[in-house]
Nanobody, 123 residues
């Protein structure tokens, strides 16, 4: 069973940047075809943000973050990153990483969630 630990969140002004990290232990990310970042804002359902295919590195983004966020991976460190630029108040949420089960819908599994990392963007 893989354990996921997210870090890098914080408080930033609109227009600022943050870099999130997701480290795995217990199993390498290569076990999963696609790893993704998801977020959940207060009162809202968790939503897909970005995904990366472990083999080949193809990336996928939600329309709301295209051109502003970049997902990347470091195979040697077994870590997935999310570089977030031009942050907006609507990006405020708890950010999680997890595998992606369905590439068509970018649906994550129901289990395996870490504690997430809080991102707060002030206006």
């Amino acid at each position: 069973q893989v354990q996921l630990v997210e870090s890098g969140g914080g408080l930033v002004q609109a227009g600022g940047s943050l870099r999130l990290s997701c480290a795995a232990s217990g199993r390498t990310f290569s076990f999963y075809a696609i790893m993704g970042w998801f977020r959940q804002a207060p009162g809202k359902e968790r939503e897909f943000v970005a995904g990366i295919r472990w083999s080949g590195g193809s990336t996928y983004y939600a329309d709301s973050v295209k051109g502003r966020f970049t997902i990347s991976r470091d195979n040697a460190k077994n870590t997935v990153y999310l570089q977030m630029n031009s942050l907006k108040p609507e990006d405020t949420a708890v950010y999680y990483c997890n595998s992606v089960l369905n590439i068509a819908t970018m649906t994550p599994p129901s289990t395996g969630w870490g504690q997430g990392t809080q991102v707060t963007v002030s206006s």
